[in-house]
């Protein structure tokens, strides 16, 4: 019944920015947490960034400092803001919506809603 929307992936070298998006449909957005995950070729898929409904953030060691994720409830929208790439930030990016309302704290494998994907590719 969620449906979830990304955009914004592209090709783009290091050093450069992208701005993900993903819109969020079908479920009660303001209160549940959002996150975004990506999966690399024949590697697992592993958690980017996330954040509350009270916008508590999380990110991986890998992208903290460059990455933020941020929410727009009025837009059901919530956005991933890569910057400083890096030719390891090359993944198939997912957007996930968590099942349970007003988690005080991120938790992963409570994603239970996940986007289509979409490709970013960073050439050094």
């Known amino acids: 019944q969620v449906q979830l929307v990304e955009s914004g992936g592209g090709l783009v070298q290091a050093g450069d920015s992208l701005r993900l998006s993903c819109a969020a449909s079908g479920g009660p957005f303001s209160s549940v947490a959002m996150g975004w995950f990506r999966q690399a070729p024949g590697k697992e898929r592993e958690f980017v960034a996330g954040?509350?409904?009270?916008?508590?953030?999380y990110y991986s060691d890998s992208v903290k400092g460059r990455f933020t994720i941020s929410r727009d409830n009025a837009k059901n929208t919530v956005f991933l803001q890569m910057s400083s790439l890096k030719p390891d930030d090359t993944a198939v990016y997912y957007c996930?919506?968590?099942?349970?309302?007003?988690?005080?704290?991120?938790?992963?494998?409570?994603?239970?809603?996940w986007g289509q994907g979409t490709q970013v590719t960073v050439s050094s």
């Open positions: 954040i509350t409904w009270s916008r508590n953030t």
């Open positions: 996930a919506q968590d099942r349970v309302t007003f988690r005080s704290v991120l938790v992963p494998a409570g994603f239970g809603s």
